[in-house]
Nanobody, 120 residues
Framework: QVQLVESGGGLVQPGGSLSLSCAAS????????MGWYRQGPVKQRELVAS???????NYADSVKGRFTISRDNAKNTVYLQMNSLKPEDTAVYYC??????????????WGQGTQVTVSS
């Protein structure tokens, strides 16, 4: 099996910064796309940013220029650096990874979620 463990959420004032990380462990052969999603109050889960195995990135329009996604393939870890945070960024943030397991099956795995609250 594969487990994703997130860390780095918390409370920050508007204009502040936070960094999230998500590390995968278990029966991993390789990881394709890594991504961050978020779900705010009374909202559907939405894509925040994703990064392919070759390093290509994709961002939601609402976070472009403020958030940066990166990955460390040796550590099976994806990061999200969030700057210039706004109250509307408040949400539970989830990581997702497309993992090829040692048994050669490809599945999506999710982290447990970490709360980010932007408030003065």
């Amino acid at each position: 099996q594969v487990q994703l463990v997130e860390s780095g959420g918390g409370l920050v004032q508007p204009g502040g910064s936070l960094s999230l990380s998500c590390a995968a462990s278990g029966s991993i052969r390789s990881i394709y796309t890594m991504g961050w999603y978020r779900q705010g109050p009374v909202k559907q889960r939405e894509l925040v940013a994703s990064i392919g195995s070759g390093g290509s990135t994709n961002y939601a329009d609402s976070v472009k220029g403020r958030f940066t996604i990166s990955r460390d393939n040796a550590k099976n870890t994806v990061y999200l650096q969030m700057n210039s945070l706004k109250p509307e960024d408040t949400a539970v943030y989830y990581c997702k990874m497309g993992v090829v397991t040692l048994s050669r099956s490809l599945d999506d795995y999710w982290g447990q979620g970490t709360q980010v609250t932007v408030s003065s």
